[in-house]
């Protein structure tokens, strides 16, 4: 079973990414995904989440109306769209995927995780 996350890189502040983590090994289409991120010297933090249906999702307070979370169930993918980026956004972004099909916010809760993909927006 393996996440894989890509589609960080380096960018101005005001601009955007599109992250992307393909899943392989198993179908999560009943699984809840979500992206967590960790910067420098910080905890990890979530960051949003999607049920498994796609049609709920969850946004941490820092990233509401900049941020937008969707899936793919037919392809096991999911996408975080960012816009807006702020310096305060760098971080190492990780997807991962819930034990179950409802949204939960603790990363205890999340079987599977990618790798990480690094965002690093310059002021």
């Known amino acids: 079973v393996q996440l894989q996350a890509s589609g960080g890189g380096l960018v101005q502040a005001g601009g955007s990414l599109r992250l992307s983590c393909a899943a392989s090994g198993r179908s999560f289409s009943s699984s809840a995904m979500a992206w967590f991120r960790q910067g420098p010297g910080k905890e990890r933090e979530i960051v949003a989440a999607i049920e498994w249906t796609g049609g709920g999702t969850y946004y941490a307070d820092p990233v509401k109306d900049r941020f937008t979370i969707s899936r793919d169930n037919a392809n096991n993918t999911v996408y975080l769209h960012m816009n807006s980026l702020k310096p305060e956004d760098t971080a190492v972004y990780h997807c991962?995927?819930?034990?179950?099909?409802?949204?939960?916010?603790?990363?205890?809760?999340?079987?599977?995780w990618g790798q990480g993909t690094q965002v690093t927006v310059s002021s």
């Open positions: 991962a995927a819930g034990r179950y099909g409802w949204i939960v916010v603790r990363d205890s809760q999340y079987a599977y």
